[in-house]
């Protein structure tokens, strides 16, 4: 027969006062050191998915900057875009080297916001001769019955887009890079460009060497990132001087971007997103690194219906 082990009272005392500050930290540990509950992880993103209709989500939020990062992207999942290597125009890429892009949209009510996310494997921002850069366009047709074509439109039948670079980010954010910070080992007998040591020379003297400025050409000044274009047709692309409303900023890293661009739900001689309107759109990335500028491109081959909230 086997007979319970007799503890004494005092003893019985003695081990749970032991085991009272054993209890104590525990219960500090499990609440952290100042007592107070963990924070909890934010939700896992739900997986990307291929989709039909880009819904633009409304939120409560201003959306004016382009963040990638803002709160209320998370829990809004990732519409899968497949892209194709550009097949109309020579000159054509051998490959498509953008094969997806995955996307997301919210509105503030004024502002839509497209987040856009792809691989590149090099950040590339042009400034060499022969050096080109990551970009990506957004496309929307200006009136939607009929449809224009989805390249570039057509003679009466316009498109709008948003076109960012990375190009123009960095001169945006960081400044144009000089001619000596682009070529650091050249030797310049005379260039109109640098006149720091030609005598009487001042800043307004540029521009008599760069007749694109002097004339107004919108291409000759520095961008805001992004450009808002017209377009009917191949070849026809008019960049909108003095355009107001949109921005964009794009973060690249571990082999990818992720680029935010913000536009006006309305625009004057543009396109329109609204509640129950219908509405279209279409993507075009460039990876600089592989070379690829103008027609050497990777787009989607048709229109993706938009649904605004």
């Given amino acids: 027969m086997i007979r319970p082990l007799f503890i004494p009272p005092g003893a019985r005392r003695a081990a749970a006062a032991r085991a009272l500050p054993v209890l104590a930290l525990c219960s500090l540990a499990a609440l952290g050191c100042s007592g107070k509950k963990r924070k909890a992880a934010p939700p896992a993103e739900p997986p990307p998915t291929a989709i039909d209709t880009l819904v633009v989500h409304k939120v409560a939020a201003d959306v004016s ?25 020579a000159p054509r890429p051998d490959v498509a080297t953008t094969e997806k892009v995955f996307v997301k949209a919210v509105t503030d009510g004024k502002l839509a916001a497209f987040r856009i996310r792809w691989r590149d494997p090099e950040r590339s921002m042009a400034g060499r001769l022969g050096e080109f850069s990551d970009a990506l366009a957004l496309e929307f047709p200006v009136k939607t019955d009929p449809l224009p074509p989805v390249m570039m439109g057509a003679a009466g039948a316009p498109v709008h887009i948003f076109h960012w670079r990375a190009q123009y980010q960095r001169d945006h954010e960081e400044g144009k890079p000089t001619i000596a910070t682009l070529y650091p080992n050249a030797s310049i007998d005379m260039y109109p460009m640098e006149f720091k040591d030609q005598p009487g020379a001042h800043e307004a003297g ?37 355009s107001e409303g949109h921005a964009a900023h794009g973060d690249w890293a571990n082999g990818e971007w992720t680029l935010v661009i913000v ?23 460039w990876q600089g690194g592989k070379l690829e500028v103008g027609s050497r491109k990777c787009v989607t081959m048709a229109w993706l219906p938009v649904s605004v909230q």
């Fill in 206 to 242: 540029r521009e008599q060497f760069s007749p694109g400025a002097a004339v107004g050409n919108p291409q000759s000044y520095a961008k805001g990132g992004v450009d808002e274009i017209i377009a009917e047709g191949y070849s026809t692309s008019s960049v909108q001087a003095g």
């Fill in 263 to 285: 536009r006006p739900l309305a625009t004057e001689g543009g396109s329109n997103l609204a509640p129950g309107q219908r509405a279209f759109i279409a993507f075009a990335a």
């Fill in 65 to 89: 900057k382009p963040d990638p990062a803002a709160a209320y992207w998370q829990g809004l999942a990732e519409g899968e875009i497949v892209m194709t290597a550009q097949p109309m125009v």
